[in-house]
T-cell receptor, first 117, second 112 residues
Framework: GAVVSQHPSWVICKSGTSVKIECRSLDFQATTMFWYRQFPKQSLMLMATSNEGSKATYEQGVEKDKFLINHASLTLSTLTVTSAHPEDSSFYICSAAPGLDTSYEQYFGPGTRLTVT | SQKIEQNSEALNIQEGKTATLTCNYT??????LQWYRQDPGRGPVFLLL?????KEKRKERLKVTFDTTLKQSLFHITASQPADSATYLC???????????FGQGTTLQVKP
């Protein structure tokens, strides 16, 4: 089946530093990947849509200069949290779809737990 | 405003019974609805997708219904097992773009 991986699975960083999270589709190509954030005991909230070969589109309220997204290839998208602060501590999850049809199931990565101290 | 609600935060049932989870939405006209399972500290795992022109869909012990008039989906797990214990999320694609809006989830606990 379709597999999406994320790296790292968890990271601890100091306030003010930047952290890069990778999302890879292992056995399919994904023109579009999505980045979500999940705070404790809350549901997933979409942050941005990552498009291969073009700029990401961000949801309302998400700072594009803080959360840099690069969709370098059809199998890799990266999310960089710049100048991280404790309030950015969260569970970051990416997803991808194996088809071009917009009506499709998505496959999620295992998530990256970010803790900013 | 647009809203997706799952009927309860937690549901406890006895092993072997049928678990029924509810997802209601307002101010959407989704082309399809999805159900996911999420275990603690893990990403969601896709379970079922049902389109607006489908009334019911089944996969092994899972069954999903979709009533676009009531704006409701029901998710059933028959012959439930302790291994089914997890949080179940419903999700809508509001604009047929793949961008999903999630409900808050229902945590199911199946007791042996």
């Amino acid at each position: 089946g379709a597999v999406v991986s994320q790296h790292p699975s968890w990271v601890i960083c100091k306030s003010g530093t930047s952290v890069k999270i990778e999302c890879r589709s292992l056995d399919f190509q994904a023109t579009t990947m999505f980045w979500y954030r999940q705070f404790p005991k809350q549901s997933l909230m979409l942050m941005a849509t990552s498009n291969e070969g073009s700029k990401a589109t961000y949801e309302q309220g998400v700072e594009k200069d803080k959360f840099l997204i690069n969709h370098a290839s059809l199998t890799l998208s990266t999310l960089t949290v710049t100048s991280a602060h404790p309030e950015d501590s969260s569970f970051y999850i990416c997803s991808a779809a194996p088809g071009l049809d917009t009506s499709y199931e998505q496959y999620f990565g295992p998530g990256t737990r970010l803790t900013v101290t | 405003s647009q809203k997706i609600e799952q009927n309860s935060e937690a549901l406890n049932i006895q092993e072997g019974k049928t678990a029924t989870l509810t997802c209601n939405y307002t101010n959407y006209s989704p082309a399809y609805l999805q159900w996911y399972r999420q275990d603690p500290g893990r990403g969601p795992v896709f379970l079922l997708l049902i389109r607006e022109n489908e009334k019911e869909k089944r996969k092994e012990r899972l069954k999903v219904t979709f009533d676009t008039t009531l704006k409701q989906s029901l998710f059933h797990i028959t012959a439930s097992q302790p291994a089914d214990s997890a949080t179940y999320l419903c999700a809508l694609d509001t604009g047929n773009t793949g961008k999903l809006i999630f409900g808050q989830g229902t945590t199911l606990q199946v007791k042996p």
